[in-house]
């Protein structure tokens, strides 16, 4: 079955950028009709969407982080990817990536926890 | 944004009891021309991933336990476990996805065995 890893520095600096990657196995990820998500979840608090890919062409942002967040995806690594720039403390969390079946989300990595601190 | 509050923050419920967990959206997540509510509900266990329970408001994912289910329409939805067991002590998500603008959650409600 589809399984879903995060990957990437566990802590980033204030003001600089988190990228983080997502890779897929047991299937690809330009088959079907997924879209495929980020959610963040900072300690003790609930989930945060940030966005989807659903091709390199189409994309999806929560308003209140688009100025800073990309999301892109390597068909032929079977990865996408999360570019969080400008960060700050409060962007200190969990980070997962899901497959989105096109609203609920059925398929979660097991989350990467990112620190930002100098 | 669709604001989706969830309450109670925390329940207690006695083994093979009932335990109700409840979700309110700002607006209405049932879309018209199909009458669907796009509306889910997410178990997340201590140090796990949450996992999906329900979509649709009351479509249980394949392999979740029939003592799960969702009802509710438009704006007021209810997550019911009709026999409590100790596996279920978890935190509780709901999920709007009417809007993507932004795909929002609740504040999660925590389930303890009383």
């Known amino acids: 079955q589809v399984q879903l890893q995060e990957s990437g520095p566990g802590l980033v600096k204030p003001s600089q950028t988190l990228s983080l990657t997502c890779t897929v196995s047991g299937g690809s990820i330009s088959s079907g009709s997924y879209y495929w998500s980020w959610i963040r979840q900072p300690a003790g608090k609930g989930l945060e969407w940030i966005g989807r890919i659903y091709t390199s062409e189409s994309t999806n942002y929560n308003p209140s982080l688009k100025s800073r967040v990309t999301i892109s995806v390597d068909t032929s690594k079977n990865q996408f990817f999360l570019r969080l720039s400008s960060v700050i403390a409060a962007d200190t969390a969990v980070y997962y990536c899901?497959?989105?079946?096109?609203?609920?989300?059925?398929?979660w990595g097991k989350g990467t926890t990112v620190t930002v601190s100098s | 944004d669709i604001v989706m509050t969830q309450s109670p923050d925390s329940l207690a419920v006695s083994l093979g009891e009932r335990a109700t967990i409840n979700c309110k959206s700002s607006q209405s997540v049932l879309y018209s021309s199909n009458k669907k509510n796009y509306l889910a509900w997410y178990q997340q266990k201590p140090g796990q991933p949450p996992k999906l329970l329900i979509y649709w408001a009351s479509t249980r994912e394949s392999g979740v336990p029939d003592r799960f289910s969702g009802s509710g329409s438009g704006t007021d939805f209810t997550l019911t476990i009709s026999s409590l067991q100790a596996e279920d002590v978890a935190v509780y998500h709901c999920?709007?996805?009417?809007?993507?603008?932004?795909?929002?959650f609740g504040q999660g409600t925590k389930l303890e065995i009383k």
């Open positions: 899901a497959r989105d079946i096109v609203g609920p989300m059925d398929v």
């Open positions: 999920q709007q996805y009417y809007s993507t603008a932004p795909y929002s």
